[in-house]
């Protein structure tokens, strides 16, 4: 039977994904067949690896010790593509090859030595590039044990990853309906970490394992919730929500809450920058957080 092997012009076409060329070239005559198909496989793939079946996507890949070879072999040569300047555009198969060597244990100890090097790489750079990362250890070490130690170094990615979520997403939804008003530090200053929140603000800890949601009335805590680290739009709803409604407060110079002038005019603008399903669904996961202890609640 015919070998399969791609031509260059087949391969051509497909070097827009990334892995492409450097998976190929590290391949033998011999294994240029079966790393073709692999290639064709990951350049299928819309995002990264989350969820468990995502990665056994890469399972029947990993029982075929010559493929782990060459996509270990590529990997080692790429090593750090973790800054934005850097960080190569098939993201998706660049983390389905590490979802890929995840799941053998052929090399081990070099897969292991190749992810200690990037999650420690990821880590001292704050990346907020490498939350799959983090992801691929976290949901294999539930089968792969020995990814474990290393889930407890990367969860710090995850902690990088969820400020630099709130400090970027918050200013882009507030500044496009009031350009310029707020910026990154000014939203790690007021509501990431914050000693001693305001009263009555809700004010976000983020730590390795997810985020804190308080609201605090007399330096005691009237409204506690732990989210985990997915929940990114959840809480830059929050976070945007009471912006507009301090800034409203301000203006109106009304220092209630749920004043119906300050809750028209914050209903005004999150329908202009959320839709009627995001509102509804993040309003109520928050049917207590910023509504005037459940006055504001029908936005």
Excluded: C
Aim: aromatic share 10%; net charge negative.
């Amino acid at each position: 039977m015919k070998k399969n092997t791609p031509s260059d012009d087949e391969i051509k076409n497909y070097s827009h994904k990334k892995m492409t060329l450097p998976l190929m070239e590290h391949a033998s005559e011999e294994m240029k067949e079966p790393v073709w198909k692999l290639v064709k496989k990951l350049a299928s793939y819309a995002r990264v690896p989350g969820a468990m079946s995502d990665f056994k996507k890469m399972a029947v890949f990993a029982e075929d010790d010559a493929i782990v070879d060459v996509v270990l072999d590529t990997l080692q040569d790429m090593k750090y593509p973790f800054k934005n300047t850097d960080f190569i555009p098939d993201i998706m198969g660049y983390y389905y090859s590490i979802a890929l060597i995840s799941q053998s244990m052929h090399r081990r100890e070099e897969t292991i030595k190749l992810f200690n090097e990037l999650v420690d790489y990821a880590i001292s750079i704050k990346s907020n590039s490498a939350l799959p990362l983090a992801r691929n250890m976290d949901v294999l070490s539930k089968e792969y044990p020995d990814l474990s130690d290393l889930f407890e170094k990367a969860k710090t990615i995850y902690r990088f990853d969820a400020i630099d979520s709130i400090k970027e997403r918050v200013p882009i939804q507030v500044n496009k309906l009031y350009h310029d008003y707020t910026n990154a530090d000014k939203i790690e200053a007021e509501y990431i970490n914050v000693e001693n929140p305001e009263d009555g603000k809700v004010f976000v800890e983020v730590d390795e394992n997810g985020y804190v949601v308080r609201i605090v009335e007399k330096g005691k805590n009237i409204y506690t919730k732990i989210f985990k680290h997915y929940s990114y739009d959840m809480i830059n709803y929050a976070i945007v929500r009471d912006v507009l409604l301090r800034k409203h407060m301000e203006e109106m110079r009304i220092n209630d809450i749920a004043d119906a002038r300050v809750v028209e005019a914050t209903r005004t603008d999150l329908k202009k920058l959320y839709s009627d399903i995001e509102i509804s669904v993040n309003n109520k996961e928050f049917a207590y957080i910023l509504d005037g202890h459940e006055k504001f609640n029908n936005t």
